[in-house]
């Protein structure tokens, strides 16, 4: 999760924004679906980024506005807006893998890449020519969030990495910066196997938001820790 200041020449723009990303497994029940509201409100994240969006639940969420990407395979992105804060120039991937709003100003992608390293042609494919789609014209500021199902740097992972040079050329390219800025000793896993840890689930800033940024941080949930 992020806390961002907004640059000063955004005027209608609120003081203070926070984003966060989590991929949460297809949430069908009314018990998990509460937990994620409650931790959202808790925490007072003004823009909750969402892969593996499989159900349209998530309208039944109070004092969001729920913008959904859901096409098969639990593949679906969503982006949340607390209190109805108007995103515009919604732009969706037809394979429900992400999406992308503007906000007064700001460009704001959510993304779910393709997992597992058979699927690595699908993933290097997904960074080179999907992901483009949303990001219709250069933004002078964005936030990029996703469970990015990669890695790219050695810091980011224990045991067997899968990394992707697609997504490198991809953050270099739009010049992006990570808000974590894992090193060997201040790591921040999101997601655990029986061979190793890894943090897929990212987000990356342009320069100007990064000199704005506040902090981040992780908080732990039942089926994935979430980066603030």
Not at 51 to 56: A, F
Not at 58 to 74: A, P
Not at 149 to 167: E, H, K, M, W
Request: some cysteine; glycine content about 4%.
């Amino acid at each position: 999760m992020q806390s961002l200041c907004p640059p000063p020449h955004y005027p209608n723009y609120v003081p203070n924004i926070k984003t966060a990303t989590l991929n949460i497994n297809a949430i069908s029940s009314n018990t998990r679906l509460q937990m994620l509201e409650d931790f959202q409100w808790r925490q007072d994240i003004h823009f909750p980024l969402l892969q593996e969006v499989s159900h349209t639940i998530l309208n039944t969420i109070s004092r969001y506005t729920v913008h959904m990407n859901i096409v098969t395979d639990w593949r679906g992105t969503a982006i949340l807006a607390k209190d109805g804060a108007a995103l515009t120039n919604i732009l969706r991937l037809p394979s429900g893998r992400g999406m992308s709003a503007s906000l007064h100003g700001i460009l704001i992608v959510n993304i779910y890449a393709p997992s597992d390293s058979q699927k690595r042609q699908e993933m290097e494919c997904f960074y080179n020519t999907e992901v483009i789609y949303l990001i219709p014209s250069f933004s002078t500021a964005m936030i990029l969030a996703s469970d990015f199902n990669c890695v790219i740097t050695n810091d980011d992972c224990t045991g067997q990495r899968n990394y992707s040079r697609a997504l490198v050329r991809l953050i270099q390219g739009l010049d992006l910066i990570d808000v974590w800025q894992a090193t060997p000793t201040r790591t921040a896993y999101t997601h655990y196997t029986a061979t190793g840890a890894s943090r897929i689930d990212r987000i990356y800033v342009t320069h100007d938001l990064r000199r704005r940024q506040q902090n981040a941080g992780r908080w732990p949930l039942p089926s994935r820790t979430i980066l603030q």
